[in-house]
């Protein structure tokens, strides 16, 4: 009778391309390392042991979700930036600040490339930097406080490491604090 970990393993691999293949269960059983009636999945005294497939994972698991212009995120790293999903793209944060969305679809796009958080009042000072830089164009509006540097642009992986110069510069042109979604607390009165 299976338990624990061996459980779980067998359900993994059920759904591997290898089982598909026909590879037999205890090949599957061994690319998972050590799961045996000795290695239970009650917590042992000194320590615990790593998940084997969370490091290596088994032919057929997730693969990594596609990081669009990832070259942006390598240029930030230095400030640690944290990046969520929206909009479809993702979303590039140094500290509260929300500075960059790296965006990049599949079919042509006249929005795809690096949209710079910013205002309406910089746009005209960001425009001498960045000749490439324009409002986008997806949300239907002429001037947005998003701006995009073109991913077609001859000049865009300049214009974005010049970018991310700027945010690593702290200029205050580029990065808005978002709003926050919920409202606020009311103080309770006795």
């Known amino acids: 009778m299976l338990q624990g970990m061996e459980w779980l393993v067998l359900k993994k691999f059920s759904r591997s391309s290898q089982y598909r293949q026909g590879t037999n269960l205890l090949a599957g059983l ?24 969370l490091d290596n994972p088994l032919p057929g698991g997730r693969q990594r979700k596609f990081v669009p212009h990832e070259f942006v995120l390598d240029a930030l790293a230095e400030l640690s930036p944290r990046t969520n999903p929206m909009f479809g793209c993702l979303a590039v944060y140094v ?19 690096v949209w710079l958080a910013t205002t309406p009042d910089h746009h005209a000072s960001l425009r001498r930097e960045f000749p490439s830089l324009r409002s986008i164009k997806v949300f239907g509006k002429p001037v947005t406080g998003w701006q995009v540097l073109p991913a077609d642009a001859p000049d865009f992986e300049e214009a974005a490491l010049h970018a991310c110069e700027l ?24």
């Not at 604090?177 to 309770?188: A, D, E, F, H, L």
């Open 95 to 113: 500290g509260q600040k929300i500075v960059l969305v790296l965006r990049d679809k599949r079919t042509p796009d006249a929005d795809n490339g």
């Open 167 to 190: 945010v690593m510069a702290g200029d205050e042109r580029i990065g808005k604090v978002p709003k926050s979604r919920r409202p606020p607390k009311r103080p309770r009165t006795l």
């Open 30 to 53: 061994a690319l998972c390392g050590d799961i045996g009636p000795y290695n239970s999945p009650m917590p042992k005294p000194g320590g615990k042991k790593p998940i084997p497939w």
